[in-house]
Nanobody, 127 residues
Framework: QVQLVESGGGLVQAGGSLSLSCAAS????????MGWFRQAPGKEREFVAA????????HYADSVKGRFPISRDNAKNTVNLQMNSLKPEDTAVYYC????????????????????WGQGTQVTVSS
């Protein structure tokens, strides 16, 4: 199994940027598609962005498309989420997730397709 640790959350004003990073250990990182999800108080966990094992395929929620590019470095076992033009509605706990898949290009976009989760990092956007 892979263990995941997120970093980079914090408090930022609307319109600002934050960069989240997720470090993986314990298993072969390139065997996993990687995703970011978020959960605001009183709401269900929702998909944000995901990237395939190879990094060649990506998928985004409509709410973040064009603002939150996702990337991965299989040599460093990391996946990153660059959050730009942040809005107050982006406030949530952000979770990194790993989904084991046989396909190099498949990009899972739902919670049940992910096997391992990080502990989460808080992102707060003030208006």
């Amino acid at each position: 199994q892979v263990q995941l640790v997120e970093s980079g959350g914090g408090l930022v004003q609307a319109g600002g940027s934050l960069s989240l990073s997720c470090a993986a250990s314990g298993s072969t990182f390139s065997n996993y598609a990687m995703g970011w999800f978020r959960q605001a108080p009183g709401k269900e966990r929702e998909f944000v962005a995901a990237i395939s094992r190879s990094g060649g395929s990506k998928h985004y929620a409509d709410s973040v498309k064009g603002r939150f590019p996702i990337s991965r470095d299989n040599a460093k076992n990391t996946v990153n989420l660059q959050m730009n033009s942040l809005k107050p509605e982006d406030t949530a706990v952000y979770y990194c997730a790993a989904g084991r898949t046989g396909s190099l290009s498949y990009v899972p976009a739902v919670v049940r397709e992910y096997d391992q989760w990080g502990q989460g990092t808080q992102v707060t956007v003030s208006s």
